[in-house]
């Protein structure tokens, strides 16, 4: 037994420390948590790096992060693993190279962490930091995303953009794909009412263009825009993870969410919108069994048949029946084109329409509504529309379903240009 005054006096270690007996070692392991190799996995499908940066052993460090996947097990870690004193000693210019590369910094310091950072954010990089300390703070507040733990520091908490309440690394790709399934969420909102808006603004302008009678009168554009669109437009909010959201390339921060290419879909789905509402009015006019049945010329020229109606379709509502055909040309064709918002790029064969109830359950209740002012006769008179027979179902529905096609053809373009992207990174 040694009293407290040996223990301090460092000349007294050498009496304390002979005579011993040896025993063994006491080994003393903090494992990773089980998920974090799965974690570290999604983050390269999803084409993210992890940069483990620790106080602890180069070995030590090394052999962490083999087991977590961060590198193979038998992979070469030059040019990937250097302690906080090698990348101290590096110029500028050398460090900008080292982070392009590096995989680990070991025995780092959280000054370190500000330099890593600077060094990637100056190459055009998005960079999330995570720490929980009070000296972690400049580079928490430094880094695009500052992460504090859950159990850190209130210094660290204050400085970063979120808190992981549970301290685990899996939480934060969990984040990831719930951020980019949002962001997914809102373009497919944008899409839907984008697209549908440009086909009645096409619907418009081309009848005028042609010089047909009008097709659509304000009061169905309005119920169109405020309830038939609204229902399916909310529930896409409702659409589940693409299947391959975790295994694209992130987005430039600079990226606008509406770019050219996805514009360009937009205006084709659009056009067609609008061409097959116009074609809705035309077909009935021209080709029904209880229609006028009047040719191209009279169809956009004087309008005569229009101004002295004759026969069974005059009787049965005239004007309105044409017109009640393109409103539910375009209303069918829109809940068509909400089912093509259910993903992006993947094809309806992959996500299909019970992948969100919510969307089936808006759709048929816009169909509902959509039916009950076709066949309610008070409600009818209000919208001036009149009922429509099997023929004009038929009709209806060839013009409205190519819209899946033409889409099924965009996402189908659209994956081949992703695939391309990726051939050519690599």
């Known amino acids: 037994v040694f009293s ?4 301090k006096d460092p000349s007294q270690f050498v009496k304390i420390e002979s005579g011993m007996t040896f025993v063994g070692f006491v080994g003393i392991l903090d494992p990773p948590r089980k998920e974090v190799k799965e974690a570290i996995e999604q983050c390269n499908h999803a084409h993210i790096r992890v940069i483990v940066i620790t106080g602890d052993n180069k070995d030590t460090a090394e052999a962490i992060c083999r087991e977590i996947g961060v590198f193979g097990l038998t992979e070469d870690t030059t040019n990937k693993s250097f302690t906080g004193k090698e990348f101290e000693s590096m110029s500028t210019e050398e460090q900008m190279k080292a982070v392009l590369t590096a995989k680990l910094f070991s025995r780092a310091v959280p000054e370190h962490k500000k330099v890593i950072t600077d060094a990637l954010q100056a190459q055009g990089f998005v960079c999330a930091m995570t720490g929980d300390g009070v000296n972690d703070a400049l580079a928490l507040k430094k880094a695009d995303i500052g992460i504090a733990m859950g159990s850190g520091t209130e210094v660290a908490k204050k400085s970063s953009d979120m ?46 263009l042609l010089g047909m009678p009008e097709v659509l009168v304000p009061i169905q554009l309005l119920w169109v825009n405020l309830v038939t669109d609204g229902l399916p437009a909310t529930a896409l ?3 589940p993870p693409d299947p391959d959201i975790m295994s694209t390339r992130p987005r430039r921060s600079d990226e606008p969410i509406v770019n050219g290419r996805l514009f360009f879909r937009y205006m084709v789905v659009g056009v067609y919108v609008g061409l097959a509402t116009v074609a809705g ?22 309008h005569t048949w229009l101004m002295e109606p ?113 051939k050519k990174d690599q």
């Open 4 to 7: 407290a005054l040996d223990l």
């Open 163 to 208: 808190i992981l309440e549970d301290d685990n690394f899996s939480t934060i790709v969990k984040a990831v794909e719930e951020g980019r399934t949002i962001y997914n969420n809102t373009k497919q909102f944008i899409r839907y009412l984008i697209s549908s808006n440009i086909g009645e603004v096409v619907c418009i302008f081309l009848t005028g």
């Open 237 to 239: 909010g409702f659409n």
């Open 281 to 302: 009015f035309a077909v009935w006019v021209m080709y029904a069994p209880n229609g006028p049945q009047v040719g191209w010329r009279d169809l956009c020229g004087d």
């Open 310 to 422: 004759q026969g069974e379709w005059a009787a049965n509502g005239g004007k309105k029946i044409p017109m009640t055909v393109a409103l539910s040309v375009l209303v069918t064709i829109e809940m068509f084109n909400a089912l093509n918002a259910l993903s992006e790029n993947q094809s309806l064969l992959k996500v299909g329409p019970f992948n969100n109830l919510w969307l089936l359950a808006a759709i048929t209740l816009s169909f509902t509504l959509h039916f009950m002012i076709l066949y309610i006769p008070m409600l009818c008179s209000i919208f001036g529309v009149a009922p429509l027979d099997l023929w004009a179902w038929e009709a209806v529905v060839a013009l409205s379903a190519p819209v899946i096609v033409l889409d099924e053809v965009l996402k189908w373009s659209a994956r081949r240009a992703e695939l391309a992207e990726d």
